[in-house]
């Protein structure tokens, strides 16, 4: 008999969200075209309107602001590029500034070439050095977007976007904020935020995989460049046919996440880790513990206790954690967050990411406390006959 498992990497992927299983097999269940005009084609066209109706809630926004994609990913790539611009505005941006802690596909998936790109630094604890950042704004002549992203996938960090953009609309510069992470753990509203542009993911809150958005905070945002050109759907913006069934799983997780609901919850996890984790290893590091943080994120280091040797303990004592981001092909890696915000290298090896989620348990703690606490013991204790 297989031994049950304990999920603990939300911040890489959730479980599929119940009610959003069910909006996906009654979607499954009818046919048509949300583009055709007969009676097929307008229920599904009706399935996808409703979905871009909760997103566009999650954000307090409008739903003609809501642009379907594959995913964060795919959004990042549509919407970093110097054609997204403010309506009166008619020139390219001439830069990018990025946060040196974005995600790869900020990083990587922007459309502005090689030597227009800036990265900023960050302090000891994750946040963005807004001084930095004023002095690059400051040193560009011309329009510049600027990516921030509201929460760190693998510290946990929040950043403090409303104050990055007041910098950015100072100078007149556009800010995108990549809310992946955030969306349904905080309030990532616009009026909270301040941001242009949100991009958001609907695996990260229980929805399918395999499908995002890319949000505007106003219909004065242009984006003249869309990266899929076809048949026009999604305004122009991202043409090929709807996927409807994971749309609308998209929207029923929206609508499950609205209100914030679990936040109160995925704290109290969070506390009874961070706090059961000091009290057994007096040495442990917690990253990002001197900043805002998610609810349901902890970071941490056992000197000595490397992460591939835990990880994989773990994973066969049945406990689901990572190392950071999910988008190293499987591979534990150095972790180039970490890396900017200044943690040594023999640290950084040691880190390992826990986040909870919408189905999370108490009893999941304790069942990682113990296995934890077994592999560590084990670890320490070869340590200690190999030194003798």
Not at 160 to 183: E, F, K, M, R, Y
Not at 186 to 214: E, N, Y
Request: a negative charge; glycine letters at 10%; proline letters at 5%.
């Amino acid at each position: 008999m297989s031994r049950p498992r304990t999920y603990l990497d939300f911040n890489a992927t959730s479980p599929l969200r119940p009610v959003a299983r069910i909006c996906m097999i009654e979607a499954l269940d009818r046919v048509g075209n949300p583009s055709s005009v007969h009676t097929e084609g307008r229920r599904a066209r009706g399935l996808v309107e409703t979905a871009r109706a909760d997103v566009a809630a999650l954000f307090g926004t409008r739903a003609d602001h809501v642009t379907f994609t594959s995913g964060t990913t795919e959004a990042a790539a549509l919407a970093l590029t110097p054609a997204l611009q403010d309506a009166p505005v008619q020139a390219p941006a001439d830069r990018l500034l990025v946060a040196a802690t974005e995600h790869p596909a900020v990083l990587q998936g922007h459309r502005f070439a090689a030597d227009r790109v800036s990265l900023l630094p960050v302090q000891s604890d994750g946040i963005l050095d807004l001084e930095a950042l004023r002095h690059a704004l400051a040193s560009i002549s011309g329009r510049c977007i600027v990516a921030v992203q509201a929460a760190n996938s693998e510290t946990g960090v929040l950043q403090p976007i409303h104050a990055v953009a007041d910098l950015v609309h100072a100078h007149g510069g556009l800010l995108v904020c990549d809310a992946t992470q955030a969306a349904g753990r905080i309030d990532c509203s616009f009026d909270r935020l301040q941001a242009d542009v949100l991009l958001v993911s609907s695996h990260k809150i229980g929805g399918p995989l395999g499908v995002g958005a890319m949000v505007f905070a106003s219909d004065r945002l242009r984006l003249g460049d869309p990266l899929v050109r076809g048949g026009g759907q999604e305004r122009g913006l991202r043409g090929g046919t709807e996927n409807v069934p994971a749309i609308a799983g998209f929207g029923a997780a929206a609508r499950a996440v609205s209100g914030l609901v679990e936040t109160p919850h995925l704290y109290e996890l969070r506390q009874n880790l961070e706090e059961r984790l000091q009290a057994s290893w007096p040495e442990v590091v917690m990253f990002g513990d001197g900043a805002e943080r998610l609810p349901n994120t902890v970071a941490f280091a056992i000197p000595g206790v490397s992460n591939e040797t835990a990880l994989i303990a773990l994973d066969l004592e049945g406990v689901a954690v990572s190392t950071g981001s999910a988008c190293s092909s499987g591979k534990v890696s150095s972790s180039h967050v970490l890396e900017a915000m200044g943690v040594d290298a023999h640290l950084r090896t040691c880190v390992i990411r826990v986040s909870f989620g919408w189905c999370s348990i108490p009893a999941d703690v304790d069942r990682l406390m113990v296995a934890l606490g077994a592999i560590v013991s084990r670890i320490q204790r070869r340590s200690t006959q190999a030194a003798a």
